[in-house]
Structures are given as structure tokens and as C-alpha cells.
């Protein structure tokens, strides 16, 4: 009875860290990619803006 109880808690356990790792990951990619894609607009941006001096100074 008791390897029963055991096994029946150690497969919900399984489960509930697996949804959990899911969840967390999606999380991550969620608020952590958008981020990181502002980041590379903005670098992005300023290698434009500092073409566009270089540009205007040159004439």
C-alpha cells in the first residue's frame, strides 16, 4: 500500500515540475525576449543614427 501511496505521489510530482518548468519557460521567453529584441533595436538604431552623422559630416 505504502509503494503505492509513493509511486502515485513521485508521478504527480513528476508533473507538476514538468508544468512547472513549462510554464517557467514560457515566461522567460515572454518577458525576456522582447527585451533583449528592444536592445538590438535600439543598437540598431544608434549604428543609423551614427551612419547618418559620419554622412552628414562628410557632406
Known amino acids: 500500500m505504502s509503494l503505492i501511496v509513493v509511486r502515485t505521489h513521485s508521478f504527480i510530482l513528476f508533473w507538476f515540475s514538468c508544468c ?17 529584441d528592444m536592445g538590438r533595436r535600439d543598437s540598431a538604431s544608434a549604428l543609423l543614427d551614427a551612419s547618418e552623422n559620419k554622412n552628414h559630416l562628410w557632406g
Open 20 to 36: 512547472w518548468r513549462v510554464c517557467f519557460i514560457q515566461w522567460i521567453r515572454k518577458y525576456s525576449i522582447p527585451m533583449a
